[in-house]
T-cell receptor, first 107, second 110 residues
Framework: GEDVEQSLFLSVREGDSSVINCTYT??????LYWYKQEPGAGLQLLTY?????DMKQDQRLTVLLNKKDKHLSLRIADTQTGDSAIYFC???????FGAGTRLTVKP | EPEVTQTPSHQVTQMGQEVILRCVPI?????FYWYRQILGQKVEFLVS????????KSEIFDDQFSVERPDGSNFTLKIRSTKLEDSAMYFC????????FGNGTRLTVT
């Protein structure tokens, strides 16, 4: 069935860049989103990209979209311990979420 | 910045009881949603609501679930007879592109 796929875990050292990847299936999605969930908390919208864009940069965050391959990535520059969380990608077509990538940042 | 608020933050109920989870969406939003997240699992779509009716629902949203907008500000999710497997975080969201989520209600069914 159709699904949004993400790798489940990513571990990086503080100060390194993190890259979280996602593949989606609904080519009609107008927007693709990244949400952040800290332990016990809700879903915080981090950033989103319109489907006719290839890249969007927002401070330390860079979103890359390869529409042909239906691949979305989130790069966090200079990753900090406060970035440790679960990151979900989601597509707007039917608002399906990936399973989330747990990012662990080691000091 | 306006936000989606959900109450209560944590609800404990016994199996078979009815629960109502409450949400106040952002005031000028027209689309409303409920999602759930079983502990450690993915966020799952339950239902979307527009113009005072359900616009879409998933197979999870069976006859035990219902939604209502009882007044101009609240949006509720009712589970008629809770089961153990209903234990999850329930998130309300409003808006379109992007959705804005509340902080969730943790429902524990014992």
């Amino acid at each position: 069935g159709e699904d949004v796929e993400q790798s489940l875990f990513l571990s990086v050292r503080e100060g390194d860049s993190s890259v979280i990847n996602c593949t989606y299936t609904d080519s009609s999605s107008t927007y693709l989103y990244w949400y952040k969930q800290e332990p016990g908390a809700g879903l915080q919208l981090l950033t989103y990209i319109f489907s006719n864009m290839d890249m969007k940069q927002d401070q330390r965050l860079t979103v890359l979209l390869n529409k042909k391959d239906k691949h979305l990535s989130l790069r966090i520059a200079d990753t900090q311990t406060g970035d440790s969380a679960i990151y979900f990608c989601a597509e707007s077509g039917d608002m399906r979420f990936g399973a989330g990538t747990r990012l662990t940042v080691k000091p | 910045e306006p936000e989606v608020t959900q109450t209560p933050s944590h609800q404990v109920t016994q199996m078979g009881q009815e629960v109502i989870l409450r949400c106040v969406p952002i005031s000028n939003h027209l689309y409303f949603y409920w999602y759930r997240q079983i502990l450690g699992q993915k966020v799952e779509f339950l239902v979307s609501f527009y113009n005072n009716e359900i616009s879409e629902k998933s197979e999870i949203f069976d006859d035990q679930f219902s939604v209502e907008r009882p007044d101009g500000s609240n949006f509720t999710l009712k589970i008629r007879s809770t089961k153990l497997e209903d234990s999850a975080m329930y998130f309300c969201a409003s808006g379109t592109a992007p959705l804005h989520f509340g902080n969730g209600t943790r429902l524990t069914v014992t």
